[in-house]
């Protein structure tokens, strides 16, 4: 929310508790979705059993599925950070890892973030909104706050893969985008909104979508 504001924006807080008639009003004036990070996504919503996945909340997950649904038809800019950019790859018809070892850090103010590699795509729109002068790869030491992710063949049809990190069992996708450039879709791993553990170049990541959001609007 700070970020949002910082950049701009006009933010609409909603969580599971808000009624039909505040969630109509809400998607009816949005010019743009933000998921934010939290609790694991249902693994039911990608046909797989709890196997790994903890503290799910499936009044959250009905709620952003539900603002996803009217933000696609709208076809209004969406920005998913963390449990975000995993709710959409979900919600598009993606799979997750519902656990992953070493990609966590003590809890947010408790100790200093843990950190690793961000590779961010040359050709993908990620890469110009970070760093906009550079032509090569894009490579970023940036937070590790989550127990979940997802690899290339878990990418939901549409999205395609717009940054990763090496992993000892895999290569993981952290930052994601659509594969249609005339849609502003963009999900990313880290935790971006905090800045004593994320490079300054994020910034750039929340003007640019409360930019598209306004200019949506």
């Known amino acids: 929310v ?18 039909d008639a505040q969630r109509g009003a809400a998607f009816a004036a949005m010019d743009g979705l933000l998921l934010s990070g ?20 499936p009044g959250r997950d009905a709620l952003e599925l539900a603002a996803w649904r009217v933000a696609r038809e709208r076809r209004l800019p969406v920005l998913g950070v963390c449990r975000g950019l995993q709710a959409i790859n979900v919600f598009a018809g993606g799979s997750l890892i519902q656990h992953l070892d070493g990609h966590t850090s003590p809890a947010y103010l408790s100790g ?9 795509v040359s050709a993908s729109r990620m890469a110009r909104i ?13 937070n590790t706050y989550h127990h979940q992710a997802m690899r290339r063949d878990q990418l939901a049809p549409g ?4 940054g990763t990190t090496p992993h000892p069992e895999g290569e ?13 879709i963009l999900g990313i791993q880290c935790h971006p909104e905090r800045t004593e ?10 003007a640019f979508f409360v930019d598209a959001c306004r200019r949506r609007g």
């Open 112 to 120: 200093p973030a843990s950190r690793h590699p961000l590779r961010v």
């Open 159 to 162: 999205l395609v893969v717009a």
């Open 172 to 184: 993981l996708v952290e930052a994601i985008e659509s594969a249609d450039p005339s849609e502003v």
């Open 130 to 142: 970070l760093r906009p002068a550079d032509r090569g790869n894009v490579v970023l030491s940036v």
């Open 38 to 57: 939290g609790a694991d996504v249902d693994p039911a919503l990608y046909g797989q059993a709890t196997d790994g996945a903890v503290d799910i909340e």
């Open 197 to 206: 553990s994320t490079p300054p170049e994020f910034m750039r990541l929340w």
């Open 2 to 19: 700070e970020r949002v504001v910082a950049a701009g924006g006009e933010p609409v807080v909603l969580d599971e508790t808000a009624t």
